[in-house]
């Protein structure tokens, strides 16, 4: 990862920073990168948590698209890209905004890194010329008038270690679900294995802090599983199922003795949409209305976000347990690029997980408006 920062002192008090360096519209005016809104944040305010942003940088060719994490006016702003292309690994950035005898200082500290060292040391090279030149332009600007500060927010906590253990309850479930259909040599044990790996990294990612909102997160599971299991044993009893699963429980169960790598990833593939097109939305929007109805959903965007590497690490754990006769041609590749390259060739060709889940939570938001 490399970090680097870049100063500026400014005439103005640090509600004109804030605006000047944190709405899309009066950012245009200095960037030399154009930044356009995508969708409002918290509060249909521009500069709000959850607010997503479109940076095109000089030339036109390469687009970044970012989202804001943190919205502290008027003192603390920070945003990360969320899809930036197959090479960059993560790019993020934070503004600091400190009062002074005449106006306020700006510290914007930019952190980046992408599949290879050497590319990103050039990139942010790159970045921070442009950066300086444009916080130069910025500083010979009359500021606009501030924007206000918005409305306290408060939400309810709950109680993660209660809703932690209730999650490794799903966990063992589903672990339990997938070994007794890999004891009864059914193949709909690698689907039920992903998606207790899926399970699993989204604990994990908790555990290790990666998210602003573990009890959130460790809510979802549970009605995950809901609709996982129910249509399982509907599945599995002759019942009717939903659509989407019915399709993905009957491509799981296919064989093919000569290529069995094949049903294996269309399997996948199938309960993967299962999962992300038919069971999310109307989970984010469920536990939103019962748990969290005093938030802005769009507060829990980044950390939706942050959880899309779990299907890759979940994915990762099921081809090491694939016997070699049902992993697919690439597996030897695989490794030896970087997962995110991986995926976004993959998704070419198949499902793509990133763009699915993006179109999840933009429905969950219209059904739990």
Not at 44 to 70: F, H, Q, S, W, Y
Not at 148 to 172: Q, S
Not at 331 to 341: E, S
Request: proline share 6%; charged share 25%.
């Amino acid at each position: 990862m490399t970090t680097f920062t870049v100063t500026r002192a400014l005439r103005c008090s640090r509600e004109q920073a804030w605006t000047m360096l944190t709405v899309p519209e009066q950012m245009n005016r200095w960037s030399t990168a154009r930044i356009d809104l995508f969708e409002d944040g918290v509060g249909d305010r521009p500069d709000g948590i959850g607010t997503l942003r479109t940076v095109t940088l000089p030339g036109g060719r390469a687009r970044l698209k970012e989202v804001v994490e943190r919205s502290e006016f008027p003192s603390r702003f920070a945003y990360r890209v969320h899809d930036g292309g197959p090479a960059l690994i993560d790019h993020r950035g934070e503004l600091s905004f400190v009062a002074t005898a005449d106006g306020c200082r700006v510290v914007w500290t930019v952190q980046m890194r992408l599949v290879s060292a050497v590319a990103t040391a050039a990139v942010a090279r790159t970045i921070r010329r442009q950066l300086g030149e444009s916080l130069d332009h910025l500083a010979l600007l009359d500021p606009p008038e501030a924007v206000g500060a918005p409305a306290p927010v408060a939400r309810t906590r709950h109680d993660v270690t209660r809703l932690r253990a209730r999650a490794l309850d799903v966990l063992g479930t589903q672990r339990a679900t997938a070994q007794r259909l890999a004891a009864d040599d059914d193949p709909k044990q690698w689907f039920a294995r992903v998606y207790s790996y899926v399970t699993e990294e989204m604990i994990n990612a908790c555990d290790r802090g990666d998210v602003d909102n573990p009890d959130w997160v460790l809510d979802l599971i549970p009605v995950f599983d809901e609709y996982y299991t129910k249509n399982l044993f509907d599945f599995e009893a002759g019942r009717a199922c939903e659509p989407m699963w019915q399709r993905a429980w009957s491509t799981c169960e296919r064989r093919d003795e000569r290529r069995p790598h094949i049903p294996v990833m269309s399997g996948l593939l199938a309960g993967v949409a299962a999962h992300i097109d038919a069971d999310l939305p109307r989970a984010l929007a469920d536990v939103h209305q019962t748990r969290y109805a005093d938030t802005d959903l769009r507060a829990f965007r980044p950390d939706y976000l942050r959880l899309s590497p779990v299907f890759t690490a979940a994915s990762d754990l099921l081809l090491a347990d694939l016997p070699r006769s049902h992993k697919p041609w690439w597996t030897g590749l695989a490794t030896r690029v970087h997962p995110q390259l991986r995926d976004s060739l993959l998704a070419r060709k198949g499902y793509d997980v990133g763009r699915h889940r993006f179109e999840a939570f933009a429905r969950a938001l219209k059904t739990a408006s």
